[in-house]
Every structure is written in C-alpha cells, then in structure tokens.
C-alpha cells in the first residue's frame, strides 16, 4: 500500500512533463499555463487509491488518472470563464492572459485530450469506465450551471437541500467518480464500488463545508487566504445559507443589510449574526456528520482493513485542517 | 446500399428524439435550442456511408453518428461564442438566448453526451473509434483557433498554403473523420481507410471553395444567403487570400482600401478586383482539381464499385450547386 505522498510523487512524475502538441502556439501555451498551475492533485491520487483498494496498481489507473486530472483542469478554465475570476491559486486566470475565446478552445482541447487517455484503457473494462468518466463530466457540469443559477438568487430562495445538491454535483461527484473508477480499474464488485462511492461523496461535502468554515473562521495565516473573501464576495456558503434558513425575520434584514457593506465592516458584521446563529458549531457538527457517514461507508467495503488505511489518513490529512 | 436520403430520413428518425435530461432546465434548453437548428446532417451521414462501403450498417455505426452530430453541434455552440455570432442558420444563436456561461456548458455536456454514445460501441474496436474520434476533435479545436489568429492578421500575412490547413483542420478533417469512423466500424483495412480519409479532405476542401464562390457568384436567391456577406464582414475566405496573393501593388492598395468600405459599393467593388484577378476562375479550376483528387481516392478503394455509388452520388450532389 502506498500513502498519498509516495502515490503523489509517482503522478506528479508523469504529470509534470505532460506534453500537448507546438503548434497553435498560443491554444497550447493556454492550455499548459493551466497546468502549471499546480493544484492538490486529490482526483488523480483518489483514483490510484480506488485501484490499489483492491489489487495493485495497474498502468491503466495511471492513464485514468492523468484522464481526470486534466478533466479537471478543463472545468477550472471554463468556470474561471463564467464566474469572470482574475485569479486562479493566485496566478492570473488563463482567460485573463489569453483572452476568453483562445480560453474556451484550451479547456475544450484539454477535456478531448482527457479522453485520449481513456483511450489507452484495456478494452474489456473500457466501456464502463467511459460511462463513469462521462456520468461524472456530465454531472459537474450541471452542479456549474445550478451554482450560477443560485449566485443570481437571494439566499433565502436556496433551500439548503438544493444547496447540498448542488455542491455534490460541482465538487463531490468528481471526487467519487475519481474512487469509482480506480476501483473499477482494480476490479471491485458493485457493492464495494456502491460504498465507495458514497464514501467520496460524503467526504466531498465534508470537505467543502470546511473549507466554508475555513474562509471565516480559519487561521488567515495559516489557511493562505484572505479571511472572509466568500462574505466580501456576497458568495452563497454552507453557512450563509443556513443562516438565512434559521435567522428570523429581524435577523434576516439585518443579513440584507450586511450585503450591501463593505470591507473589513461587513466581515465583522456577518461574522456576529453567524455567532448569534451559532453557525460555527452547526457547521462543524455537519462536517462530524458527513465525515462519520464517509467512514462509515468505507468500513462496509469489504476488503482487509489494512488496505483502507491510506484512504483513513487521506480523510484524516483533508479533514483536520484547523486553519 | 443506401441514398444519402434513405439515411438522413433514418438518422433523423433516431436523431429528433434526441433527449437530455430535464434538469438544470436552463442548461438542457440551451442544448435543445441548438439541436432543434436543423443541419444538413452530412456528417453522420458521412459515418453510415463509410460503414456501408465496407459491409451492413451495423448499430455501432448509429451511435458513432450520433456522437459526431453531437460533437459538431458543440462546436458551433462554442465557435459561435468566439466568433460573437448573433444568427445560426437564421435563428439566435445559443449564447444570444442563454448568455455565454450557460453556451459554454451547453456546449461541454454535449460534447460530454458526445463521448456517451461513443459507449455502445463494440469493446474491440472502441479504442480505435475513440482515438479516431479524438484525434478529428483536437485538429477541429486547433483549426478554430487557427482561423481566430488568421482574422486578426492581414490577408497577405496569410500564406495560401497555411490557410489550406487551417480550411482543413476546421472543416475537412471532421468529414474525413466521420468516414473514416464508418470504414473502422465496417472492418476496412487500412489502405482502404487512407483513401477513404483522403477523399473526405479534398471533398471538404472543395466544398469549402465552393461556399466561398457561391457567397460572391452564386444567385443569393437561391442560395439563400445575402450576396458578398463574407465580402461585408471581411472574411479570410479562399478568393480574398488567393487575390492579395496574385494582387500586384498597385491591386493591394485597392483591396485594402476596400475593406474600409461598407454595404453594396464594396461588394461591387471587391467584385471588380476579383475580375480583374480572374478568382471566379480560379476557384473554379481549385474546386475542380480536389474533387478530381477525391474522386481518385474513392477509386483506389478496393471494393465493388457499386458500392461507391451513394458516395458518388454525394459528390455531385455537394459540389453541383451553382446557386
């Protein structure tokens, strides 16, 4: 069994020297600004994980693994497109530097060459892994559409259901997909892959309620980011959502007001009304939930439990950041 | 063996009912909207008769077309955002009706739904399909990208034959592809497959030509379109590169004082200097020598040459139009 870190170096070794062709010029050099951006590489390092949850890893993990790590370098660069955002990781966003249409051709280029990798996947289990990789595209695809849907909408207007679906569709699902089919690689049966599935699933929005909780409450130091840039950005978190759902009708104006401010008055402000909502303690006991629900499903994978421990301490790895 | 029309009739019988999912609904509309602007389809089309050259239409054969309608409706989603086109074929364009966010999604999960048809085809030759598939993709991406750069640059920064490869990359290939995904399914061989291919790019680079002539000469009543509105819109087309070519000094000026005007005087004018350059004549000459080199291709395919009837037939009837 391999740790996140020795299966992370293995990828990044492959990864780092990814080739797209010379020419056009400046279709490609979008394309790798894209990739030099490097991120945590958590979809491709699931994905090697979902494999050897079940066998040793095989070449065709690699290829699936490259295939979703691009993949998910394509809705980066159209997301920064839609949400018009400058940045990526603190790096200008490539269609910034290379304007919006050579951007939109990058990411198309980088989700076709994505399935190039597919390509290379042992034919036997090919079709079924198309399916999952394409179920998953699909799907994240309508989480970027329902997140843009919601931006529009006041937040009272957002039941916290739909929320929750949303944000399984645009961050979960990919996480999931990415086990699903390291473990289809690895040759799992459907119920192992059912839980482990939902495992990837309920650790996404773990995940993801953190990181809200994170931007608010979180170490700005330590974290690496400016604290409160959701609230400055009026953008629709676990927490501001919930705090419109159980705010009474004063509370409520006074979080219509709060909107409108801004700077570190408006930090502050939201900060207080998310206190009198004891919105800290709800967020964390919801990560507790889905965290316990996660674990949960990967104790009903029936494999020796020895083999469960990288993933154990991914969760613990993702999921104990305090700042 | 099929006429082009018995197989439009059964495609489009398969193709009409083509169904996304309900949800998101803005998503899945924006999706309709640009499947419901009826194409000439010839590119599925292309696929069936490619099978039918080799043996039976076989159900791979369906959803190959199906994937490749799919995937050119992506393209013109997303070339039409680039290109800021307000009309498709006379009706809004996606991003017009739905905005450029929700365009550049539809555009992705079509591509997405693409790749799912892609799923049913035989595992034995579904890595071959999907590296044919992919390969036809990446070139059309590069070919956008290409004519985006050739917009910018003038005419006589745009050598004939960098302009042939961009025409190529952005129409040709795709039909070639189609064709060359039908022989795959069919079981042809590879010569065969190079021929096949070859004919499907010189066919689409004389289709090219001739959509450029009959912009300028053709009856625009019959045609359909406005006289001279590539000549308006000051389109890189193969006439107005051919004539900064052959164009001395003296013609150069002239041409591009003509890209200064506007309406009727600079159609009629852009027309006198393409007299006096003799391009009607050329591209006659042009369009003539690559549906010969097609048609040479289509000879050297070693099959019984009733077979190549429907191709044949397709030929004239694509590169017959005067109007």
Redesign the interface.
Known sequence: MHSFRELLETFEKRFNIYQF?Q??V??YDAARHMLQIQGKRIRPILCLMGNELFDDIVEDAYEAAVAIELFHNFTLI?DD??DQAPLRRRQISVHEKYG???A??A???M???A??H???IS??I??DI??A??QA??LV??G???D??FERRHPTQIPMDAYLHMIALKTSVLLAASLQIGALIGGAGDRNIHHLYEFGKHLGIAFQIQDDWLDVFGDPEKFGKQQGGDILANKKTFLLVKAYEIADAAQRQQLDACMQLQGQQKVKRVIELFEQLHIKEWAEAEKKKYTDQALHHLEEIAVISSRKKPLEELVSYLLNRTS
């Open positions: 062709p020419e056009p400046e279709l159209h497109i839609m919006v249409p050579t939109i051709l990411g198309d280029v989700l076709v060459q399935y190039e597919l390509k290379y034919s036997e090919l079709p198309l399916h990789f394409n595209a699909r695809c309508e970027q559409q329902l843009m849907e």
